[in-house]
C-alpha cells in the first residue's frame, strides 16, 4: 500500500445506523437512566458510587448476601474495599442458577470445543454445573477447601470451564498457568502460589504435532515442590494408549478416576465478595512475574459488563476469542460470558493449521457471532492472501474484537472490511491482567475510526496524564494513560504482598495517587481514543516521540515486508535511534538497497528523524501464543542486556535467530 493511499486515521469508516445502535444492550442501560449520549455515558459511569452500584442489579447478577455498601476507601484507591458485606459466589452465577431444573438454560450449550484434529464436543449447563461439582468434590477429598491454591496447567479442552467453576465453588484460588509454559516458567508460578493440586494433561495438537504435556508438569512439580496430587487429563489417550506419560502412582491420578467417579452434587460456598477467586500472573520485564490477585465481586462484575455491553451478547450468540486458559482472556471469556447463559466457543490449536483459513472455516461452519484476536495475529493472517477467505461465509459476525498491542491502519481496515464485511465494528479493547479487563473500549452503537479504542471503559476513571500528572486529555496531547481511582476488579494487591504492588502502579503519581497503567494514549479532537505502545517501548528521537507499532506499520506497507518490529537504542546524537527487525517475504532477496528502500519508507509516513538507523532481517520474532510480539525481548537482545522473565514466549529458539540478524 502506498502512502497516497494509507487510511485516514482522522476519517469516521463505521457509522452504525439508528436501528443497529438502539438495538445495542449499551442503549437500553442508557435509556434505562435517562443517558442520551454516549460522553453523557462515559462522566455518569465515572460517578462510581452509583455506576458500580446499579451495574450488578442491571446485569442480573445474584447475591447470597446483598452488600452494605459499594466501596470503602477509607485507606486510600490504593486499597479500597468493594461491595462489603456483600456475599456470592461466581460458580452460582456462570453454571449453577443457569442449569436449575426451572431455568430455560439448563439444556443450553455452554461450550462449543474443537480440537485441531477437527474433534468436536458440546457441553450444556446442565452437564457444566455436574462436572463442575465433580470437580469441586475431588478438590476437597484432596484437602482442598477456602483460600487454598490450585493449578491449572491445562491443554485447551472443554474440561478446563469445570476445573476453573470447581474451584471457585469451594472457594479455592484458581492458578491458570499457559499451556504453552516451559519447566522454569511453570515452576515459578507453582512455587509462588504453593498449589497443592495441579490439573494437567497428557498433551494437545498443535500444528499436526503432539505436545507432551505431562513431563513439563513432572519437572515443574520437582523443581517447584508443594504440590501433592496431579490429575491428569487424557487428551491424547495417554491412558491405555500409545502416548508414554510418566508417572508417579504416589501422586498421579487419572481425571476419569479421580473427578469421573466423584459425586455430581456440591452446594457452592456463600464467600465474601473480596474473598480471592483467582490468581493470575502477568510476566514481568526483571524478576519473577507478578501474581495478581482477583475477588470474586471484582472478576465477576468486570467481566460480564464487558461481554454485555461492550460485546452485545445476545442470547444466541456464540462468542470466540483466540486465547489459553492461561491467560486473562481466557477466564474472562467464559466468566463474562456464562454470567448471561452465553455459549463459548474454545479452540485447542494454531490459527493457520491445516491451512491459514482455519479461523474462517469455523466461524462459517459454528456461525459464530464475536470474534476476537490479536493485531499481530490478523497481519500474519492478512500476509497469506484474501484468497483464503474466499468460499466462507462469515456473515454470522456481529462484532470483532482484538486486544494486545496497537493496530496498524492498515491490518485494522483489512479485519474490518475483509472479515468484517466493512459493516461490522471492531471492539479494539485494552487493559490488562492487572484489571481483568479494560481501560479503554468502544460501545456497539458508536462510530469508529481506524485502530481506534472509543472511550474509556465504563466506571474505569480514565485520563490521559503528562509526566507532572496534569492531564492533558482534552489538548490531544499523547501522555500517560492513568485511573484516577480504583475499580472493583483492579488486584487486590499482589501476592507477593503491598511493597511490589505499589512500586508497580502506585508510585508514579501520587498527589493525588493514580493507577499508571504503563501505556502511552492520546484523545483526538473528536473524542476518539487511541494507545501508541507501552510507555516505556515510546521511541524518543530527538526530543519527539513515536510508537513502535507506527514505525511497524510503514514497514510493513512495503510489498516485501512480512512482519516488522522497532525497537529503541541509545544515540549520541539522537538521544535515542530506530532500530528496525524486518521478516521479508518468501523469495524476496535481502540487499542494502532494499534497507534503504525501508528506511526512506519509514522518512516519509512518519518524517525523516523517525528513519531506522539500522534494518535488520531475521526469519522469526519471539512470540506468545496469541501472536504478540514480545519486543523488549528483541530490544534487550540489540543492547546486550538482561532478558528478563521470557515465560510468555512460545518459540525461544528465536532468541538465537535474533543474535544471527543480519
Not at 86 to 100: C, F, Q, S, Y
Not at 334 to 360: M, S
Not at 492 to 502: A, P, V
Not at 583 to 608: C, F, H, N, P, Y
Request: with cysteine.
Amino acid at each position: 500500500m502506498s502512502a497516497d493511499s494509507l487510511p485516514d486515521l482522522d476519517e469516521v469508516v463505521y457509522e452504525p445506523d439508528e436501528e443497529t445502535a438502539r438495538s445495542t444492550n449499551v442503549r437500553a442501560f442508557m435509556d434505562e437512566h435517562g443517558i442520551d449520549d454516549f460522553d453523557e455515558l462515559v462522566d455518569r459511569a465515572n460517578d462510581l458510587e452509583w455506576f458500580w452500584d446499579v451495574l450488578p442489579d442491571h446485569l442480573g447478577i445474584d447475591w447470597y448476601e446483598e452488600y452494605d455498601a459499594v466501596r470503602d476507601a477509607s485507606d486510600g484507591p490504593q486499597f479500597t474495599d468493594w461491595y462489603v458485606g456483600g456475599e456470592l459466589n461466581i460458580a452460582h452465577n456462570v453454571v449453577d442458577r443457569h442449569a436449575a431444573r426451572d431455568s430455560e438454560r439448563r439444556n443450553k450449550v455452554a461450550t462449543i470445543w474443537e480440537g485441531e484434529d477437527g474433534e468436536v464436543r458440546e457441553v450444556t449447563y446442565h452437564e457444566l454445573r455436574c462436572q463442575s461439582n465433580k470437580v469441586a468434590n475431588a478438590l476437597e477429598e484432596r484437602g482442598v477447601g477456602t483460600g487454598d491454591t490450585v493449578g491449572l496447567y491445562m491443554p485447551m479442552v472443554p474440561e478446563v470451564a469445570s476445573i476453573l467453576y470447581g474451584c471457585f465453588k469451594v472457594g479455592a484460588v484458581a492458578v491458570p498457568i499457559f499451556s504453552g509454559f516451559g519447566v522454569d516458567a511453570t515452576a515459578t508460578r507453582i512455587a509462588d502460589s504453593e498449589c497443592s493440586v495441579l490439573f494437567t494433561g497428557d498433551g494437545f495438537l498443535r500444528r499436526g504435532s503432539e505436545v507432551l504435556l505431562k513431563g513439563s508438569a513432572d519437572d515443574a512439580i520437582a523443581e517447584a515442590g508443594h504440590v501433592e496430587h496431579t490429575i491428569v487429563f487424557d487428551r491424547l489417550g495417554g491412558r491405555g494408549g500409545d502416548v508414554e506419560v510418566p508417572w508417579d502412582d504416589d501422586r498421579d491420578e487419572w481425571w476419569r478416576d479421580a473427578v469421573g467417579g466423584a459425586d455430581d452434587e456440591y452446594d457452592t460456598k456463600r464467600l465474601d465478595a473480596d474473598r480471592e477467586s483467582m490468581l493470575l500472573y502477568s510476566s514481568g520485564t526483571t524478576g519473577k512475574p507478578k501474581g495478581i490477585v482477583h475477588t470474586h465481586a471484582g472478576a465477576q462484575v468486570q467481566t460480564a459488563k464487558e461481554v454485555y455491553f461492550g460485546f452485545d451478547l445476545k442470547p444466541s450468540d456464540r462468542f470466540f476469542w483466540v486465547s489459553d486458559i492461561g491467560w486473562m482472556m481466557g477466564p474472562w471469556t467464559l466468566i463474562g460470558n456464562h454470567t448471561h447463559g452465553g455459549t463459548v466457543f474454545l479452540y485447542e490449536g494454531a490459527p493457520d493449521h491445516p491451512d491459514p483459513d482455519r479461523f474462517w472455516e469455523m466461524i462459517d461452519r459454528h456461525g459464530l457471532t464475536q470474534f476476537g484476536i490479536s493485531p499481530t495475529a490478523i497481519r500474519a493472517l492478512r500476509k497469506h492472501g484474501d484468497e483464503w477467505l474466499e468460499g466462507h461465509d462469515l456473515s454470522s459476525l456481529r462484532l470483532l474484537g482484538s486486544t494486545g498491542e496497537p493496530w496498524d491502519p492498515e491490518s485494522w481496515m483489512w479485519f474490518f472490511e475483509n472479515v468484517g464485511g466493512g459493516d461490522t465494528p471492531v471492539i479494539n479493547i485494552s487493559g490488562g491482567t492487572e484489571i481483568c479487563g479494560c481501560f479503554l473500549m468502544p460501545l456497539p452503537g458508536m462510530p469508529l475510526k481506524p485502530c481506534t479504542l472509543g472511550k474509556p471503559g465504563l466506571g474505569m476513571s480514565v485520563d490521559v496524564v503528562d509526566g507532572s500528572g496534569e492531564s492533558v486529555a482534552d489538548e490531544g496531547e499523547r501522555g500517560f494513560l492513568v485511573a484516577r481511582d480504583s475499580n472493583p476488579s483492579m488486584t487486590k494487591s499482589l501476592w507477593s504482598g503491598d511493597e511490589r504492588y505499589l512500586e508497580e502502579y502506585w508510585s508514579s503519581f501520587e498527589d493525588p495517587p493514580m493507577w499508571d497503567h504503563g501505556d502511552w494514549a492520546q484523545r483526538d479532537d473528536d473524542g476518539f481514543w487511541f494507545l501508541h505502545g507501552r510507555a516505556d517501548d515510546a521511541l524518543n528521537v530527538a526530543g519527539r516521540k513515536v510508537g513502535p507499532a507506527e514505525v511497524e506499520g510503514a514497514l510493513i506497507d512495503h510489498p516485501a515486508v512480512n512482519q516488522a518490529a522497532a525497537v529503541g537504542a541509545p544515540d549520541e546524537t539522537t538521544g535515542t535511534a530506530v532500530v528496525a527487525y524486518v521478516i521479508l517475504e518468501e523469495g524476496v532477496e535481502e540487499s542494502d538497497d532494499l534497507r534503504e528502500e525501508l528506511r526512506a519508507q519509514v522518512g516519509e509516513e512518519l518524517g525523516k528523524p523517525f528513519r531506522p538507523r539500522e534494518v535488520l532481517f531475521v526469519d522469526e520474532f519471539p512470540k506468545t501464543q496469541s501472536g504478540k510480539i514480545i519486543r523488549r525481548a528483541i530490544a534487550s537482545i540489540y543492547r546486550g542486556e538482561d532478558l528478563g522473565d521470557m515465560s510468555s514466549i512460545e518459540n525461544p529458539d528465536a532468541l538465537e535467530n535474533l543474535e544471527d540478524a543480519r
